[in-house]
């Protein structure tokens, strides 16, 4: 089981505005029991009251990311991946329905954790419940 206790900030890769998506509500629930989110989407738009972002990159420096969660398609999200790690991030989650094994082995060579084809908000409801 997923400790969240070692995390606080969670970049969410294809959050938009529409509340339909599953990247929005599980995005939703996350800021609801306290994680910051930092919406990433091509616009760059605000959600959830968080300025976004076009780009992990385009992230200040200086905000520490525990966690870049992908609600993207597998076969776009590598670059992305390699963005995450070169800007530290430790721990890669790929939403349920995701998996890619060429960001595993990425992942796993930079010293980095993934998760994969795993719900981030239905993992922290059962570690809640336990």
Known sequence: ????????????IGLSN??????Y???QYMKEKGFRIIPINPKGEEVL????????????????????NFFMRA??????????????IKIIWLQQGIVSQEAAKLARE????IIMDRCIKVEHMDALSR
């Open 1 to 12: 089981m997923f400790d969240f206790s070692r995390i606080k900030t969670i970049a969410v």
């Open 18 to 23: 529409n509340p339909d998506r599953p990247a």
């Open 25 to 27: 509500f599980v995005s």
């Open 49 to 68: 009251g968080e300025k976004g972002y076009q780009r992990l990159r385009d992230i200040p420096a200086d905000v520490k990311i525990d966690v870049a």
């Open 75 to 88: 076969e776009k999200l590598l670059p992305i991946v390699e963005e995450a790690l070169e800007r530290g």
């Open 110 to 113: 930079k010293g980095a954790e």
